[in-house]
């Protein structure tokens, strides 16, 4: 999948008001798309991630497993809250709900916690 299309299925998959339930409890609600991005409220933060860095988490493997602590390697101020610059490590298990949301993963493993992360199987 390219860029333009996993944005579109993003605005299609996932409109703005759509809740979505974290796998470590608690929701995220869709507030709205600006420009090539997506604001969401987590608890009493509202974030701002850019899809393309969601794109990018995505495609940082063709099939096989990716875990939050792939892409807070690959990416630290997208998607890690303890870098410098910070991100914020709730992009992560938006990024996989979103995946999921679209169609892309069936499922999403883990407990989120330190020796069993939250990840996602691509296919």
Same mark, same amino acid.
């Not at 608890?43 to 602590?69: A, E, M, P």
């Given at each position: 999948m390219e860029f333009p299309e996993f944005k579109q299925r993003m605005h299609t998959s996932i409109p703005v008001e759509t809740? =979505?339930?974290?796998p470590g409890g608690g929701t995220s609600i869709i507030l709205s798309y600006p420009s090539d991005g997506v604001r969401y409220k987590r608890g009493n933060s509202t974030i701002h991630v850019s899809l393309? *860095? =969601? /794109? *990018? $988490? %995505?495609? &940082?493997?063709?099939t096989g497993q990716l875990s939050s602590n792939d892409l807070k390697q690959a990416n630290p101020p997208v998607f890690d809250s303890q870098a410098r610059p910070a991100g914020h490590?709730?992009?992560c298990t938006f990024l996989f709900m979103a995946l999921q949301k679209m169609g892309i993963v069936s499922q999403i493993y883990? &407990? $989120? @916690? &330190? $020796?069993?992360? /939250? %990840?996602? @199987? =691509?296919?």
């Amino acid at each position: 999948m390219e860029f333009p299309e996993f944005k579109q299925r993003m605005h299609t998959s996932i409109p703005v008001e759509t809740v =979505l339930k974290n796998p470590g409890g608690g929701t995220s609600i869709i507030l709205s798309y600006p420009s090539d991005g997506v604001r969401y409220k987590r608890g009493n933060s509202t974030i701002h991630v850019s899809l393309r *860095d =969601l /794109f *990018d $988490g %995505y495609t &940082r493997v063709k099939t096989g497993q990716l875990s939050s602590n792939d892409l807070k390697q690959a990416n630290p101020p997208v998607f890690d809250s303890q870098a410098r610059p910070a991100g914020h490590s709730c992009n992560c298990t938006f990024l996989f709900m979103a995946l999921q949301k679209m169609g892309i993963v069936s499922q999403i493993y883990g &407990r $989120g @916690v &330190r $020796g069993d992360p /939250f %990840y996602v @199987v =691509l296919q």
